[in-house]
């Protein structure tokens, strides 16, 4: 089967028993993280397979409670998972209860931990592809009300970059990042309109929206990208570019979107799965 849903799961056990991880979401079609996933179980030698799994918002609980029961290893969680999952595991790394949000999910013999590992992939990924050092730059990220936007807006505040611009189209949704990180006059919270100031006072642009998933593309004026820019998309798409990462190239802005972050995470959620060595190699293989 080629996407799996909550209701076919039960049968699971007899007759696809190395059917042992998956990634759940609403949509989750798009995902290349089985790509990836596969290719580093059978480079490990692993007799397992890692599928994706239709979840709808209203049956999260319940996929949890049947992949507990069929003892599962693990499974990772997708849009618009990342924040209702929080309340679905027994025990949540430090990390992932700082971000607020969880990715990466370990039946540790019955008791579920959740982990987040979209803050680490994401810096490594910026790292590898820009060879900034994010202390130093002006970071802006759009979308910072969603899950990953939320999470990376806390992760990056961490990191105590020079200045991080926040915006999100709905002002309310950042209220609670607004009081977790009220006090540090380096961060600042913008909403759409004001894009073409934040776009002036950033050296890095972060898409955390899901407006390239929908197929469309945020609404700005091209001018307000210059050469100096780079731009990072979260998004990424199963073929080619995603329309925000041809528009910053054919600006001439190095741009790339976000199957580098998706391997970064991917390789972190690998790790609390079965440990090290991770074939870091064969999953970025995989995702070409
Ligand atoms: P989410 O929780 O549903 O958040 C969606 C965000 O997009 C919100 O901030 C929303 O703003 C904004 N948005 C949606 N349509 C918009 C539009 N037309 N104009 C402006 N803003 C718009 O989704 P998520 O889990 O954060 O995921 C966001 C994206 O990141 C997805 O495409 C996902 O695939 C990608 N992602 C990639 C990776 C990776 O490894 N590469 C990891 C995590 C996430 P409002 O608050 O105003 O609704």
Same mark, same amino acid.
């Given at each position: ?15 696809k ?8 979401? !609403? #949509?989750?079609e ?6 990836m ?8 030698? %692993?007799?397992? @397979? ?16 049947? %992949? ?22 027994d ?7 700082d971000?607020?949000a ?6 540790? *013999? *019955? ?7 979209d ?7 910026? /790292? ?17 009300g969603? =899950?990953?936007g939320?999470?990376?807006a806390?992760?990056?505040a961490?990191l105590? #970059?020079?200045?991080l ?9 950042m ?9 540090? &006059? ?8 004001q894009?073409?100031?934040?776009f002036?006072?950033?050296? $890095?642009?972060?898409?955390? /929206?899901?407006? =390239? $998933?929908?197929?469309?593309i $945020? ?10 820019h @780079?731009?990072f998309?979260?998004?990424?798409g199963?073929?080619?570019?995603t +329309? ?8 001439g802005? &190095?741009?790339v !979107?976000?199957?580098?972050? $998706? ?8 790790e ?6 991770? +074939? ?5 293989d995989?995702?070409?």
């Amino acid at each position: 089967m080629d996407i799996w849903t909550v209701d076919a799961l039960p049968s699971l056990g007899s007759t696809k028993p190395e059917f042992q991880l998956g990634v759940l979401g !609403d #949509p989750v079609e798009h995902s290349l993280s089985p790509r990836m996933q596969n290719a580093a179980l059978a480079a490990r030698g %692993l007799p397992y @397979r890692y599928e994706r799994v239709h979840v709808s918002p209203s049956r999260l609980e319940e996929a949890f409670a049947r %992949l507990r029961e069929l003892g599962f290893i693990g499974w990772n969680l997708t849009l618009p998972h990342k924040i209702a999952g929080l309340s679905l595991v027994d025990r949540l790394d430090p990390e992932a209860a700082d971000l607020e949000a969880i990715n990466t999910v370990l039946n540790h *013999g *019955g008791e579920l931990i959740g982990f987040n590992t979209d803050g680490r992939g994401l810096q490594a990924a910026l /790292t590898e592809a820009f060879k900034i050092d994010l202390t130093k730059v002006r970071i802006a990220v759009l979308g910072a009300g969603g =899950g990953a936007g939320h999470a990376s807006a806390r992760f990056l505040a961490r990191l105590r #970059p020079e200045r991080l611009l926040l915006v999100n189209r709905t002002l309310a949704k950042m209220e609670n990042l607004k009081n977790q990180l009220a006090g540090d &006059p380096r961060i600042t919270f913008w909403d759409f309109d004001q894009l073409e100031r934040v776009f002036r006072e950033a050296d $890095l642009i972060v898409n955390a /929206t899901s407006a =390239g $998933l929908a197929g469309g593309i $945020l609404d700005w004026e091209p001018d307000w990208l210059q050469a100096d820019h @780079r731009v990072f998309d979260m998004v990424y798409g199963r073929e080619g570019d995603t +329309p925000m990462v041809a528009w910053a190239k054919r600006k001439g802005v &190095p741009a790339v !979107d976000g199957r580098l972050m $998706l391997l970064h995470q991917g390789a972190f959620a690998f790790e609390h799965w079965f440990g090290r060595p991770v +074939p870091v190699q064969a999953m970025r293989d995989a995702l070409r």
